[in-house]
Every structure is written in C-alpha cells, then in structure tokens.
C-alpha cells in the first residue's frame, strides 16, 4: 500500500517561513511527477507547485518567487519552501504524487495518482 506523509505546516506571521514535506512510502517501482495542492476554505483547490522526476519545477503566478520546490528521490520525499507568506496563503496544503506500485514480482503495476491528508499552514497579518 503507497501513502504519503506530510509535514511542516502550522502558524506563522505574515513574511515568516515554513516548510512542508512529504515522503512517500510503501511498495514503489517508481515515482514520476510530485506537487503540492492547497485549498482555502470555500475555494476549489488549486496546483501550488510541481515538480518532474528529473527536477524541473513550475509554480502558481501567486507564489513565484517566493516558494521553492524540491525533492529527494532517495528519500522518496518532496518539500515546499515557504518564504515571504501572506495572510491569502493560508490553506490547507495537499502533497501529490503520480506513483507506479510495486507488484510482489518487482515489475512496475500502472501509474496512480495519490494523495497526502493534507497539513494546515495558517498566516496571520
């Protein structure tokens, strides 16, 4: 069974930083693309950042410049640097990751979209 894990989110001033994480564990053949989502309450939820299996990132409009996005294959984990947050950030943040499971053989079994719990980032001004 694949699940993500996320991290990092909590209470923060207006300007100040967080950074999110979220590994994915489980039986993995691979892991392509990873990102992170947010929904604010009474929005739909809406792409934040993304990122491909080989390191090229794309952002919102509304954070470039101010989020960074990376990850670590070895650890089967993405992050989300936060700086320079705004009261308009505050949501709940959602990891993504299109994942290929294991099968018990060791092969590759189709390509799957999975979802992380979400983790509250809260700004205040």
């Known amino acids: 069974q694949v699940q993500l894990v996320e991290s990092g989110g909590g209470l923060v001033q207006a300007g100040g930083s967080l950074r999110l994480s979220c590994a994915a564990s489980?039986?993995?053949?691979?892991?392509?693309?990873m990102g992170w989502y947010r929904q604010a309450p009474g929005k739909q939820r809406e792409l934040v950042a993304g990122?491909?299996?080989?390191?090229?990132?794309r952002y919102a409009d509304g954070v470039k410049g101010r989020f960074s996005i990376s990850r670590d294959n070895a650890k089967n984990t993405v992050y989300l640097q936060m700086n320079s947050l705004k009261p308009e950030d505050t949501a709940v943040y959602y990891c993504?990751?299109?994942?290929?499971?294991?099968?018990?053989?060791?092969?590759?079994?189709?390509?799957?979209?999975?979802w992380g719990q979400g983790t509250q980032v809260t700004v205040s001004s």
């Open positions: 489980g039986s993995i053949f691979s892991i392509n693309a």
């Open positions: 993504n990751a299109d994942i290929s499971p294991r099968t018990w053989y060791g092969s590759s079994q189709g390509r799957y979209d999975y």
């Open positions: 990122i491909t299996s080989v390191g090229s990132p």
